[in-house]
């Protein structure tokens, strides 16, 4: 039951973001466990964003939340797969991407908590 909210500088047209969630589809399957079956994307485009003190007009923040633990290793491969992703789609470089990773035993579903 993963799920991911991208925060960009960027304008998301409808076939970029057709890109990106089979991107992320691809990317969440890395984390041990985790597949794209269960996996809910937010997009938030064009949203304003300072990095390094200053207005960015390319920059992204991924939040990804999890249910259960996740092997480390896992969110290497992850972090490295999106950091590709927004490049090749966005054109986001790397270093202006940042990717939080919360992990929790609480997860509410279909009427009923995990």
Same mark, same amino acid.
């Given at each position: *039951?993963?799920? %991911?909210?991208? %925060? ?10 057709? *890109? ?8 969440? &399957?890395?984390?041990?466990?985790? $597949? &794209? $079956?269960?996996?809910?994307? $937010?997009?938030? &485009?064009? #949203? ?5 003190? &200053? +207005?960015?007009?390319? !920059?992204?923040?991924?939040? @990804?939340? !999890?249910? =259960? ?8 491969? *992850?972090? =490295?797969? @999106? !950091? ?11 270093? $202006? ?6 992990? #929790? ?5 279909? +009427?009923?908590?995990?």
């Amino acid at each position: *039951m993963p799920a %991911i909210v991208l %925060i960009t500088t960027a304008a998301i047209p409808p076939a970029v973001e057709a *890109m990106l969630t089979k991107g992320l589809g691809h990317a969440i &399957e890395l984390l041990p466990g985790k $597949s &794209e $079956s269960h996996l809910m994307i $937010s997009y938030q &485009e064009k #949203t304003p964003m300072a990095f390094h003190g &200053e +207005k960015q007009s390319a !920059c992204a923040f991924l939040e @990804v939340s !999890c249910f =259960g633990r996740v092997d480390p290793k896992g969110y290497d491969a *992850m972090t =490295g797969a @999106v !950091c590709k992703l927004l490049e090749d789609t966005l054109q986001i470089p790397a270093a $202006s991407t940042y990717i939080k990773y919360t992990e #929790t035993t609480n997860w509410g579903w279909n +009427k009923k908590n995990f």
